[in-house]
């Protein structure tokens, strides 16, 4: 015994199931004692019981500490989801300023290039113009 507790092995228990009757030595008057192994039983029974307290102990904390595991996880998945969202949307919303953009400055630049050959070809027409006149007076 320590510290007025029995420590036995599964074996010792197994074996005293198989055999109840058998008889220990009795510490106190050093003789054979059934009384004994009734104590004996009694406190075996009582570590059983306390041992399956324990592990009922241990088993509803697990319980708990996967509810709280799952609650987490759950929390966590939602804030991926509500950013996977607000990352979509963004990604939607820049496409379409990169679009209008584009379009844009795409319009612009069309229409100054197509004006800018309109005055160089109108230039090009007077300057022509402007030479047929002077050979025509000259």
């Known amino acids: 015994m320590k510290k007025g507790r029995l420590t036995m092995s599964m074996k010792d228990i197994k074996n005293n199931k198989e055999n109840p009757n058998t008889q220990t030595e009795s510490k106190s008057i050093g003789m054979y004692s059934n009384n004994t192994q009734n104590n004996l039983s009694s406190e075996e029974l009582n570590e059983l019981k306390r041992q399956n307290k324990l592990i009922v102990n241990y088993l509803a904390e697990m319980q708990e500490n996967q509810k709280t595991r799952e609650k987490e996880q759950e929390a966590i998945t ?20 990169f679009v209008d953009i584009a379009k844009e400055k795409l319009g612009k630049v069309n229409t100054e290039d197509i004006q800018a050959e309109i005055r160089k070809d109108i230039r090009k027409v007077q300057d022509e113009n402007e030479e047929m006149l002077r050979k025509v007076r000259g």
């Not at 939602?78 to 300023?97: C, P, T, W, Y």
Request: charged content about 30%; aromatic content about 4%; cysteine-free.
């Open 78 to 97: 939602l804030k991926l989801k509500e950013m996977a969202e607000v990352f979509r949307s963004s990604g939607i919303q820049a496409h379409n300023d």
